[in-house]
């Protein structure tokens, strides 16, 4: 079936560093991908919305400048996370729909921790 | 939209009963709906779906139950499983090319062996 991958799987960094996240569709190609944000004990919340060869689409709140979007090929989409601090740790997820498949299938997730 | 610092409802059962997961959803205008189940540290996986023009849909062990009048949907999983212990989520999707996934809050599922 269509997977999705997420590297790196976990990261830890120091508060003001740039963490980098990448989303890859490994067998299928997908214009669009999506990016959540999950604290602990809570639901997923999208973020913002990949499309290739144009400007992502961010959620209400969450800052363009800070959460930089890059889908450069219609299978990988960067998640860059600039200056982070300790309040942007979280689980990230991405996802995409196979079009041949007509569903949506998420990346296993990265865990970020800022210290 | 969530609330911080709530804890994620806990549904307890014991292995081979059957389960039942229940969500609200919020917008009448949604056509699609999915069950995902989430794992400790890991992403959301696929369950079953459902569209609106239905109102039951039966998977291997899962049946998917929706009432569009109240906005209700439910996940019924037979003879629960240790291996079923994990985070469910609803969704429900808009229709139109640009629509996005909206997720439930979430329910827990122990399983008691």
């Known amino acids: 079936g269509a997977v999705v991958s997420q590297h790196p799987s976990r990261v830890i960094c120091k508060s003001g560093t740039s963490v980098k996240i990448e989303c890859r569709s490994l067998d299928f190609q997908a214009t669009t991908m999506f990016w959540y944000r999950q604290f602990p004990k809570q639901s997923l919340m999208l973020m913002a919305t990949s499309n290739e060869g144009s400007k992502a689409t961010y959620e209400q709140g969450v800052e363009k400048d800070k959460f930089l979007i890059n889908h450069a090929s219609l299978t990988l989409s960067t998640l860059t996370v600039t200056s982070a601090h300790p309040e942007d740790s979280s689980f990230y997820i991405c996802?995409?729909?196979?079009?041949?498949?007509?569903?949506?299938?998420f990346g296993p997730g990265t865990r970020l921790t800022v210290l | 939209g969530e609330s911080v610092g709530l804890h994620l409802p806990t549904l307890s059962v014991q292995e081979g009963d059957n389960s039942i997961i229940n969500c609200a959803y919020s917008?009448?205008?949604?056509?699609?709906f999915i069950w995902y189940k989430q794992e400790s540290g890991k992403g959301p996986q696929f369950i079953i779906d459902?569209?609106?023009?239905?109102d039951k849909r039966q998977g291997q062990r899962v049946t998917v139950l929706l009432n569009k009048t109240v906005k209700h949907l439910s996940l019924q999983i037979a003879a629960t499983q240790p291996g079923d212990s994990a985070v469910y989520f609803c969704a429900e999707n808009p229709p139109g090319a640009n629509s996005k996934l909206t997720f439930g809050k979430g329910i827990t599922l122990s399983v008691r062996p």
């Open positions: 917008n009448s205008a949604s056509d699609y």
């Open positions: 996802s995409a729909r196979d079009p041949a498949w007509g569903q949506t299938v």
């Open positions: 459902i569209r609106s023009n239905m």
